[in-house]
């Protein structure tokens, strides 16, 4: 049967960057629950992850405030936004209404192309590996990737380069492991959806935190069973008191900094 470290060991086990930060902000006791939260994130079985990020309704994160949208109904294209979280996603920017956003992962450009429809006063950076990307060839192998099958496959951009918005998107091209953030401008909302594995997700998430001086709104896509290294991430930040919550029905993480 298995037993319960005691909670010395559970505090030792868990001491990483981020309960040393609860340490220096807040004091012994904050250190030791975060340990503690840390301990339990990293034994979590993925259903585990999933269940300890509660949820907010789309409807909870607008309040009362009343976006319009416009959006078409598409079919299914592997990689791309299905349109319930792209519904979500839209209706969270409009209600925001942002001067600059942030997207990392353009691959076609599907969801690049929707946000910059909506966004009719603000501009969409959006950023890529390069187009001639190869994974043999890699000169940032220090971050593991992920879905290389989708990098082979891209036509970057190919979904609003030819549309009247692409006059509003700015498109970058290089790995954000070693991409230089402050292309992006001053953006303050975040949607991050390149690589899931968990080093690419810490990096952007903290690139782009910095970006902004901690006062944005971010999303994060794939956070779900599948994916791991978000939920890792996701639990992670909460440890470190950041209320991240899943948006229900989506598998989208959303976080407003205050």
């Not at 979280?85 to 690049?112: C, D, N, Q, R």
Request: net charge negative.
């Amino acid at each position: 049967m298995y037993q319960l470290p005691s909670l010395p060991t559970r505090v030792l086990l868990g001491v990483n960057l981020a309960s040393l930060g609860a340490l220096l902000r807040s004091g012994p006791r904050r250190f030791g629950r975060a340990c503690t939260r840390s301990w339990q994130t990293a034994r979590d079985t993925p259903s585990d992850a999933l269940a300890r990020i509660p949820e907010i309704s789309v409807g909870e994160i607008v309040g009362a405030r009343r976006p319009v949208i416009r959006m078409p109904v598409t079919q299914y294209e592997d990689g791309m936004l299905p349109n319930h979280e792209l519904l979500a996603l839209l209706s969270i920017l409009v209600a925001e209404s942002p001067k600059e956003v942030l997207e990392i992962g353009t691959y076609m450009g599907h969801t690049t192309r929707q946000m910059a429809e909506n966004l009719t006063n603000g501009v969409v950076h959006t950023v890529d590996l390069p187009e001639d990307f190869a994974s043999g060839s890699d000169p940032n192998q220090e971050l593991p990737k992920d879905d290389f099958h989708l990098i082979q496959n891209r036509t970057v951009g190919r979904e609003y380069k030819d549309s009247p918005c692409a006059s509003r998107v700015r498109q970058h091209f290089g790995d954000s492991a070693s991409w230089d953030f402050s292309q992006a401008g001053q953006s303050t909302f975040f949607f991050i959806d390149g690589s899931h594995t968990y080093e690419y997700c810490k990096s952007d998430s903290e690139k782009c935190f910095a970006l902004c001086n901690g006062r944005g709104v971010f999303l994060w896509h794939d956070c779900d069973d599948g994916h791991p290294g978000v939920m890792q991430f996701v639990n992670e930040w909460r440890a470190m008191g950041r209320d991240l919550r899943r948006i229900t029905g989506t598998a989208i993480a959303y976080w407003k900094s205050a």
